[in-house]
């Protein structure tokens, strides 16, 4: 990765870190569309990238919120999520070799779909759901933090639904967002698939993922909340179109 590279690199994964404190979600999202978008990565290469500094962003904030995360619905979503994790992980090992306009194609419509879903806020439950519900929503998560480290729409629509508070939903998501990066990582490793010792200084972000945890728990921006959410609303809508137009006209094979 050359040093402008690993700037660009730094800068993505800093402002995704921000926004993830912020909203409790969105830092795969917007550091994968971004990765995509400027191609200063393969998908695969990040996707493993973005695991790490995942967990140690969720480490970060669970240093403190750990007591509130809501154990029954964590492991009905676990017990879904972690065995699709390896589905999806094939998934992309699969495309990646095979049909890079397909995988760049997914990821952009994930990113869209996510971004439209964040633009509206869920209707809150009156009841808590069924066990079975986080089992589901725990396997299409599971799906796509496989292929794309992106676990989180999925889990961020369902919970938000629940009748809980928001600190121990925000608590919740981002420790099973934790837990997934521990086993993807590890399953990384033991396939053989680790990136190159060039794309490994992604994860000089390290520091600049910590930083901009920090800085968002302890300076928040004067924004009130649905205002972020619109911000984030519209950035990972132009970018998901961005990233999936161009793949769609190449695998039509028209010129854009």
Do not use: C
């Amino acid at each position: 990765m050359s040093l402008a590279a690993l700037i660009g690199f730094l800068a993505l994964a800093g402002a995704a870190a921000y926004a993830q404190t912020l909203t409790g979600f969105a830092f795969g999202l917007i550091t994968m569309g971004g990765v995509g978008l400027t191609g200063l990565l393969s998908l695969p290469d990040a996707a493993m990238i973005v695991s790490v500094l995942t967990l140690v962003n969720a480490t970060q904030m669970l240093l403190k919120g750990w007591r509130d995360v809501a154990w029954r619905e964590f492991a009905f979503v676990m017990a879904a999520s972690i065995p699709m994790l390896f589905v999806g992980y094939w998934l992309l090992e699969w495309l990646a070799d095979t049909q890079a306009d397909l995988l760049r194609l997914l990821l952009g419509v994930a990113i869209v779909v996510s971004s439209l879903q964040l633009a509206r806020k869920p209707e809150p439950l009156a009841r808590p759901s069924g066990d079975g519900s986080f089992v589901f929503f725990g396997a299409v998560a599971g799906v796509m933090g496989g292929m794309f480290s992106t676990a989180g729409p999925p889990l961020v629509y369902h919970f938000y639904r629940q009748p809980m508070t928001l600190v121990k939903i925000r608590e919740t998501l981002v420790t099973v967002f934790a837990l997934n990066a521990v086993f993807r990582i590890g399953l990384v490793v033991v396939s053989g698939n680790l990136p190159p010792a060039s794309t490994l200084t992604g994860l000089l972000a390290i520091p600049s993922v910590m930083g901009a945890t920090y800085a968002a728990r302890r300076w928040p921006p004067p924004v009130p909340a649905p205002t972020m959410r619109r911000i984030v609303f519209v950035l990972l809508f132009l970018s998901g179109v961005s990233l999936a137009a161009p793949a769609v006209f190449r695998l039509l094979g028209v010129s854009p």
